[in-house]
C-alpha cells in the first residue's frame, strides 16, 4: 500500500509514473532493434524513471536480464568497475539463486569479495582495495554478458562521468568491449548535454557514430495534471488545476522538482478537502525547512569567492556572462580571474550546472532558500 502516490526516489509501478508512453516506445523500439542508445536530458528529467519504466515492461523484463548501473559517484575505473558489479548482482537477485550464482562464477577475481549465505545465495562485499585489477575484472562482467542465458539490455547512468576518470583510455576500453559485445544492448545516459554531445558526436572520440540519439524533455502539463488530479481523486481529495499550473511553471516543468511539491501537497491535505493555492508557500516553506541543516552545511564547505559567486547566480536565477565586468559589478565580485576560478569549483562540486553559456544552481529549492536568507 502506498501512502503517498507522488514518489520521490526509485520506481513503483506503471501506475505511479506519468506518461512518457511515447518515449518509453521509441525507446523500446531502439533497444530491440539492435541499437545502443545515447539519451541525453537535463537531471532530475526523468531519464532514470524512463529507463525502469521499460525494464518494468512485461515483454521486456520476460525476454532479457536489464541492468541499470549509476556511475554518477565513481570517479576512476576501479569504481565503476565495483559499481557495476554490485548493481548486476542486485538486478538479477529476484530471478533467484541460481542465475546470482551463475552470474558470480564469473567473477575469479573477486572470489573473496562475495559470500554465500546456508541456501547459496551470493552477497556482495566486495571493498575498492579488493579490486586489483580493474580490467580483468570488467572483462569477467563482459564475458558473462555475452554468455547469459538471455540477452541483456545494460543502462549507464551519468555516463558522461567516465570523461572524468584520471585514466582516459576508458572510454576506448569501454568501447571496444561494447562493440564486441553480441548479446545485449546499451543505453548510455547522461545529464551534462556538452560532454555528452562530445564523447559521442565528436570524430576524435571512440563513442563517435556508434549509438542512436535521443532527448526527453517535460512531461506536457495536460499530463502532468490528469496524472495529479486522478491521484488525489483516488484518495478522496481534490487538487485545483490553478495550483498544478502555478507549480509547474514556477520549476518550469521540472518533473522531480514539481513531483516534490505535490507529495507534500498531498501529504497536507486531508480526505474530501482541496489542495488550492493557499496551500503553495506553506509546502514549499516545509520541504525548505525539511532541508535547511543540508543547505546550512553546504554553504558553509564553500570557499568565500564560490560562495559569493553561487549567491550571485542564484539572485540572477539564468546567469550569462560571468566574467564580464558588468555581472561582476552588480554583484560586487573581486574580479573575473576570481569570478573563472570560482566558477570551476562550484561546477566541478556540482553546485551549479550550465547550459549553452548559461550557469543555474542546479537544486532549485536550494535557490530558494538561498534568496530568503538575510
Known amino acids: 500500500m502506498i501512502n503517498n502516490p507522488f514518489i520521490l526516489y526509485g520506481y513503483e509501478s506503471e501506475k505511479y509514473f506519468c506518461d512518457r508512453k511515447e518515449e518509453t516506445a521509441e525507446l523500446k523500439r531502439l533497444v530491440t532493434n539492435g541499437n545502443n542508445v545515447a539519451l541525453i536530458a537535463p537531471r532530475r528529467i526523468g531519464k532514470t524513471g524512463l529507463i525502469e519504466n521499460l525494464f518494468h515492461q512485461k515483454d521486456i523484463s520476460r525476454q532479457y536480464y536489464t541492468f541499470l548501473i549509476d556511475i554518477y559517484a565513481t570517479k576512476s575505473l576501479e569504481e565503476m568497475v565495483m559499481a557495476m558489479g554490485a548493481s548486476m548482482l542486485a538486478s538479477l537477485r529476484p530471478r533467484g539463486t541460481k542465475v546470482m550464482q551463475r552470474f558470480v562464477s564469473f567473477l575469479s577475481s573477486l572470489r573473496t569479495g562475495v559470500t554465500f549465505d546456508a541456501t547459496g ?51 576506448a576500453l569501454l568501447r571496444t568491449y561494447i562493440q564486441r559485445c553480441r548479446n545485449a544492448q ?133 546567469a550569462q556572462n560571468l566574467t564580464s565586468s558588468a555581472f561582476v559589478k552588480k554583484y560586487r565580485l573581486t574580479s573575473s580571474s576570481s569570478v573563472q576560478s570560482a566558477i ?24 530558494m532558500w538561498l534568496l530568503a536568507q538575510k
Open 121 to 171: 545465495t551470493p552477497s556482495w562485499n566486495v571493498e575498492m582495495g579488493d579490486i586489483r585489477l580493474p580490467h580483468t575484472t570488467l572483462d569477467e562482467i563482459f564475458e558473462y554478458i555475452n554468455a547469459a542465458d538471455k540477452p541483456c539490455i545494460v543502462a549507464i547512468d551519468e555516463f558522461q562521468n567516465i570523461a572524468n576518470y584520471p585514466d582516459n583510455r576508458v572510454e
Open 186 to 318: 546499451f543505453i548510455f545516459s547522461g545529464s551534462q548535454r556538452s560532454m555528452m554531445a562530445e564523447i559521442f558526436l565528436s570524430p576524435s572520440r571512440p563513442f563517435y557514430q556508434s549509438t542512436s540519439m535521443m532527448t526527453i524533455g517535460c512531461i506536457p502539463i495536460e499530463k502532468y495534471a490528469q496524472f495529479a488530479q486522478g491521484h488525489f481523486e483516488n484518495a478522496d481529495k481534490r487538487i485545483s488545476p490553478t495550483v498544478i499550473t502555478e507549480v509547474y511553471q514556477r520549476f518550469e516543468g521540472v518533473t522531480w522538482y514539481v513531483q516534490r511539491v505535490m507529495n507534500e501537497f498531498f501529504s497536507l491535505t486531508p480526505p474530501k478537502a482541496i489542495c488550492d493555492t493557499e496551500m503553495l508557500e506553506p509546502a514549499i516553506t516545509n520541504i525548505l525547512r525539511a532541508n535547511e541543516f543540508n543547505y546550512q552545511s553546504m554553504l558553509f564547505q564553500l570557499p568565500p569567492k564560490q560562495k559569493e559567486l553561487l549567491i550571485a547566480i542564484a539572485k540572477e536565477g539564468k
Open 344 to 367: 570551476k569549483g562550484l561546477l566541478e562540486k556540482n553546485f551549479v550546472t550550465t547550459t549553452l553559456g548559461t550557469y543555474e544552481v542546479y537544486d532549485k529549492f536550494f535557490t
